[in-house]
């Protein structure tokens, strides 16, 4: 029997999903790190896109941040080694989700409070064109975009006036 779990807009609880077996992949998925922010799950940033399995083969489709991301195979080595050392699970097959685009509603509140922990803004929660994140250090919102080109393709860099510190913040995508 082939049995389907698929996240909406946001990954949904663990206590969601209709069977044991699926309820335990979903929960190893929510233990696999973002390879670029290593204090938030894949499933804290909404790249879960669906979990299937059937006959022990499982498939998980990922929702890529950037389509272009370059960490995207240790993702897949990632998701594929920590599934496959579920009871049960024969094969994992990793799918990226290339025909809808990622945003960053999908991440989750505690997502948002993790990426924060980690010393980076989060977005914000509806687009707003000319004001930019509040600091990531002092918590204070006289900032200023520096460059919308940071480390990553999501991140942008930010110039605080507060505390006069340069910070990274997620860009509203």
């Known amino acids: 029997m082939m049995r389907n779990f698929t996240f909406s807009s946001r990954p949904k609880e663990v206590s969601e999903a209709s069977d044991s077996f699926l ?40 929702l890529p941040t950037f389509v272009g991301c370059p960490a995207l195979h240790l993702m897949r080595s990632q998701v594929e080694s920590k599934l496959v050392r579920i009871e049960g699970v024969a094969s994992v097959d990793v799918q990226f989700v290339m025909d809808e685009s990622w945003t960053t509603d999908r991440i989750t509140e505690e997502g948002r409070k993790k990426i924060h922990d980690f010393g980076i803004a989060p977005p914000s929660a509806e687009f707003e ?3 930019a994140l509040s600091c990531s250090y002092c918590g204070a919102s006289d900032t200023e975009v520096v460059s919308m080109f940071g480390p990553t393709a999501c991140r942008a860099i930010y110039y605080c006036k507060a505390c006069n510190q340069p910070f990274e913040g997620m860009k509203f995508i």
């Open 23 to 62: 309820q335990c992949v979903v929960s190893a998925l929510g233990e696999i790190k973002d390879p670029e922010m290593p204090t938030v799950s894949l499933a804290e940033l909404g790249m879960i896109y669906d979990v299937d399995h059937h006959q022990g083969r499982v498939t998980v489709k990922l």
């Open 129 to 131: 064109p000319h004001k």
